[in-house]
């Protein structure tokens, strides 16, 4: 019998079966699709000379992690590998914004948005090397963060502190306007607080775009050499190395709880798989909490929660393979991996009021990733492997633009779509789809399809909004991994602290499964020296 059973093959799920597994657990993860990765995986679907990332790409918060760090992956292969700068945003005017790796080189193109955007770079960038570690720390671990927390409020006693926090609540508009005189900085900081569902007016969104931003100037955004399924492949082989196993075309069915603890889990197949300790759920909340545990055995205060949930907005992606590098009119941004497109924050805050709205964008706010740029081994010499994406909402009430999008996302919407987001390509690089040789649409559905956590393309496992974050994250009053069922344990980006590959999630669930049979054993030990001690006062 298996000490535990992981559903779900995605970074999340790995991770806690590697950190099970160097605990001495037998453990198997069980996962539905019929490669491991979850929304870490590449291809060559759309033209065999290219690699393509299918779901993301740039991994800052992987290189920020502790927790991918702590598993010395490049022990197993895994090489990352940058683009000469980490992000630009581009303006229809040839200027552009751009985040280098260079803290002082990106403080030098800010100020030539406006006078004195430089030191204000300098001095954020100032602020992070004085909380960054403990403030990663506590980002990383359940709530609430005792230890990093403690040394954090250490480091942010006296005028310092209050400030921070301040800003860190801020609406992105907001902080960009109190920060910058000119466009760059607050385009760096709404454009990245867009990476999630947090609008430039949404409190927290200058928090969410400092913290990306920062990570960014000091870790880069780096991607694995050779598609972002090294990385999986990477977790994967270091499990095997310790005795655990990835079985994959495994869809679960059915977590089996008995007397109110989870005593393994029943595949669609109808095989049965007992465990002696954990069951740990790489799926979304919803998909765990009245789906694969029966609502019988939840508490109804958490169920009523459960129909508060609020997803994330959906996702709609392409990818291409181009036969030459794109020609932007800003030179600049040809250097970057990474590349948002909007002309300015109040066309950012256009953007996601359709999207609030029900609206199928007009002039979508689009990510476009150049992965030959960071990684030559992506496509020939002289051509790029490129993506981008935008949000579309859950729930479409109309669109925004002149195609009829309904959000049925049949053929002709899809085509639709990507033509509008093509076009708006062409906007800051004319003659972009000439190079087209081939791409391949992800619309909402399709995401879905490929990973059941991405619901209706959520990319996040939940709003990333304050409402639903902490202790608020996935339910009022939850924030740790624990659930109703003993032996049951959330380990998905639905759960504390949420999206973005980082391994957080799962590791705290396979830490609390680790604890809690520890505490077990010594409860159970104590007892039998209680009895033991009884037993030899009767023989006296």
Not at 259 to 285: C, K, W, Y
Not at 291 to 303: I, K, M, Y
Not at 434 to 460: C, E, F, K, V
Request: include cysteine; proline fraction near 6%.
């Amino acid at each position: 019998m298996l000490d535990a059973v992981v559903i779900g093959a995605g970074p999340n799920g790995l991770v806690a079966a590697n950190l099970l597994a160097d605990a001495g657990w037998s453990v198997e993860v069980l996962e539905a699709q019929s490669e491991p990765g979850g929304a870490v995986r590449s291809d060559r679907g759309v033209h065999p000379d290219y690699v393509n990332d299918v779901f993301s790409a740039f991994y800052p918060l992987a290189a920020a992690s502790p927790i991918i760090q702590s598993l010395r992956l490049q022990a197993e292969g895994l090489r990352w590998t940058h683009a000469p700068s980490v992000l630009a945003h581009p303006l229809p005017d040839g200027r552009c914004a751009v985040l280098e790796r260079s803290g002082e080189a990106t403080a030098e193109g800010l100020d030539a948005f406006a006078a004195g955007d430089g030191p204000a770079w300098s001095r954020m960038c100032g602020t992070w090397d004085q909380v960054s570690r403990d403030l990663l720390d506590a980002l990383f671990t359940p709530f609430p963060p005792l230890k990093a927390g403690a040394r954090l409020a250490l480091r942010l006693r006296g005028p310092v502190g209050l400030p921070l926090a301040r800003s860190l609540l801020l609406p992105a508009r907001r902080l960009g306007e109190e920060e910058f005189g000119g466009d760059g900085g607050r385009l760096l900081l709404a454009g990245n607080a867009l990476h999630a569902d947090l609008a430039p007016e949404a409190a927290g969104s200058g928090g969410f775009g400092w913290l990306l931003c920062m990570l960014g100037q000091h870790y880069g955004f780096p991607v694995p050499a050779g598609g972002a399924g090294h990385l999986s492949a990477a977790l994967v082989r270091r499990l095997e190395r310790r005795g655990g196993s990835v079985r994959c075309g495994e869809r679960v069915r059915e977590i089996v709880v008995r007397g109110g603890r989870a005593m393994g889990v029943r595949t669609a197949s109808g095989e049965a798989i007992p465990v002696r300790r954990s069951v740990l759920a790489d799926v979304s909340a919803p998909d765990l909490y009245g789906g694969l545990v029966d609502e019988e055995h939840l508490p109804r205060a958490l169920l009523d929660s459960m129909q508060r949930f609020q997803w994330d907005f959906a996702t709609f992606k392409i990818d291409w393979a181009l036969d030459g590098r794109i020609p932007w009119n800003a030179e600049a941004a040809g250097g970057a991996g990474t590349v948002h497109l909007s002309d300015s924050v109040d066309e950012l805050t256009r953007f996601a009021a359709q999207l609030a709205a029900g609206q199928v964008p007009d002039r979508p706010f689009t990510l476009l990733g150049q992965m030959t740029t960071a990684d030559l081994s992506r496509s020939p010499a002289g051509t790029e492997s490129a993506w981008a994406y935008t949000h579309v909402p859950q729930t479409t009430t109309g669109d925004a633009g002149e195609d009829g999008i309904t959000g049925a996302w049949d053929v002709r919407e899809q085509e639709a779509m990507a033509d509008r987001m093509e076009r708006h390509v062409e906007r800051y690089a004319p003659g972009f789809r000439s190079l087209i040789r081939g791409r391949r649409i992800l619309a909402p559905p399709t995401l879905q399809s490929l990973d059941a956590n991405l619901h209706g393309g959520a990319i996040n496992g939940g709003t990333a909004s304050l409402h639903q974050q902490l202790i608020f994250r996935p339910v009022p009053g939850t924030g740790r991994p624990e659930t109703p069922v003993r032996g049951l344990y959330l380990a998905s980006a639905s759960a504390h602290p949420g999206g973005g590959v980082h391994g957080a999630c799962g590791a705290n669930a396979a830490r609390a499964a680790i604890r809690s049979t520890a505490a077990t054993a010594r409860v159970l030990t104590s007892a039998q020296r209680l009895l033991a001690g009884r037993l030899r006062i009767q023989q006296r």
